[in-house]
């Protein structure tokens, strides 16, 4: 049995920071304490270091299948682990369209062999898939994934009837993307007529707006509370949202009928950054005000948002060029997530013990992800060990994803991550991958 011992470490806990020793036997903390001697285990110094839980990231987009030019399960684990994300939840907009079970235990057996990260999948619902959503196995899904708005095919439901048909089917939690379709629509044939094929990047909170969000928000709520349906909204981007949500706040993490997430672009950009950034920012939801960024990044620290993710959806840097209809919205972020909240308490917006819930252990609570999620003694040793005083800037040569390209690069970020520990397994070790130890599907207590 393989051992690690932390010596020496600052452990962000789920309800303090303290510093202690922490030893690691197998794939499990054994034991966190002072003073722990192992004559067996590999030691690690980090009496410079801040050890967090590894993030959970509730939301990314690793293309595979059917969209492997733009990345891969392989490549995205890699800059997830080397970014200190040690488990994802992936989402259904793949091609085909994960709709199925089948489609996505095929997507478990890709991440059975390619990961490098812990994996789970969301089940995507379309206007005929009805059954399948009601007789999915809940303890093999992360949920069930609700396009109301910007997507296209079958997972795009706007219909209400249907809506409320799949709200009432679903046994499990239901994530949401919430914009309105017809909004944006109709802001894109004002763009046109305005602009032409120039329509600048700037425009892209105007023409996703947050009348466009609110809206999809509101009739997400309606629907949850007339079917009774748990939901989370992702990537919520206005104040407007954020004061929706703070109505549905009562009870823990865990049994919260509404909920939602903030994501990193929405955190740590806002409107000011089109010009420098123009299609490098463009994702939806839009970025929007410095106002919005500040109620959403108030929310999470406040507890009204209770999770954080990404939405890492990378693409080949060949449709990320040209003009704005032309450019594809998304971009990636899972390496440099952690980077670019400890930012955010570098700023004060944000406080380590915040950083660690909603990146980790709300994510495991409000999905029921057993045994992750927080550093206690019989979890899963899922770690991110950061030095809080390595600067690192980003370049082109240190993106990992293999799109190439971030809207980071440039960024100098203040702090580092130093190593990844994946079940027990050291991934990262000063900075680079040293292991291939494959991760393992993430299991619900549901």
Not at 37 to 43: E, G, L, Q, T, Y
Not at 85 to 113: C, F, G, H, Q
Not at 233 to 259: C, D, P
Not at 432 to 445: F, H, I, T
Request: proline share 3%; charged share 25%; net charge negative.
């Amino acid at each position: 049995m393989q051992k690690l011992l932390l010596k020496n470490a600052l452990l962000v806990t789920p309800n303090r920071i303290i510093r202690n020793d922490l030893l690691i036997e197998g794939s499990l903390i054994s034991k966190i304490d002072n003073n722990i001697s192992d004559a067996d285990a590999k030691v690690i110094d980090c009496h410079e270091f801040i050890v967090m839980p590894g993030l959970i990231d509730d939301h990314v987009h690793f293309r595979e299948p059917g969209m492997t030019q733009k990345a891969s399960i392989y490549s995205e684990s890699r800059a997830a682990v080397l970014g200190g994300v040690t488990s994802y939840l992936d989402m259904p907009n793949n091609n085909p369209a994960t709709t199925s079970l089948e489609l996505l235990n095929n997507k478990k057996a890709i991440a059975r062999k390619d990961s490098v990260a812990n994996y789970g999948f969301y089940l995507g619902a379309s206007d005929d898939n009805f059954d399948e959503i009601k007789n999915a196995p809940v303890k093999e899904i992360a949920g069930i994934k609700v396009f109301m708005g910007s997507s296209t095919g079958n997972l795009l439901v706007d219909d209400q009837e249907r809506l409320g048909r799949i709200f009432e089917s679903a046994r499990t939690i239901i994530a949401l993307h919430c914009e309105d379709t017809a909004t944006i629509l109709a802001n894109e044939k004002i763009a046109r007529n305005t602009y032409g094929d120039d329509v600048p990047f700037s425009m892209h909170p105007i023409i996703r707006n947050r009348d466009c969000c609110i809206k999809s928000t509101q009739s997400a709520i309606k629907i949850a509370l007339e079917t009774g349906a748990r939901i989370h909204i992702m990537h919520i981007s206005t104040a407007q949202e954020v004061e929706m949500l703070k109505n549905y706040m009562f009870g823990n993490v865990k049994t919260r009928q509404i909920s939602g997430e903030a994501c990193i672009p929405h955190l740590f950009f806002s409107e000011c950054d089109y010009e420098s950034k123009g299609a490098f920012l463009k994702c939806n939801p839009a970025v929007k005000t410095e106002l919005d960024r500040l109620a959403v990044s108030n929310a999470v620290e406040a507890g009204i948002l209770t999770t954080v993710g990404t939405d890492h959806a990378p693409h080949e840097l060949a449709v990320k060029q040209g003009t704005y209809f032309k450019c594809a919205s998304g971009l990636p972020s899972v390496q440099f997530s952690l980077l670019a909240l400890l930012e955010m308490w570098r700023r004060k917006e944000l406080t380590l013990e915040t950083i660690a819930k909603v990146t980790s252990t709300n994510v495991a609570e409000r999905f029921r992800i057993k045994n992750r999620g927080a550093i206690v003694e019989g979890n899963y040793a899922d770690l991110a060990i950061i030095n809080p005083n390595k600067s690192i800037a980003v370049s082109k040569d240190l993106i990992a994803s293999s799109c190439k390209w971030s809207p980071f690069e440039g960024t100098r970020f203040g702090s580092s991550v130093v190593h990844t520990i994946v079940n027990g397994n050291l991934v990262v070790e000063n900075g680079a991958l040293v292991s291939d130890a494959a991760g393992l599907a993430l299991e619900y207590d549901r």
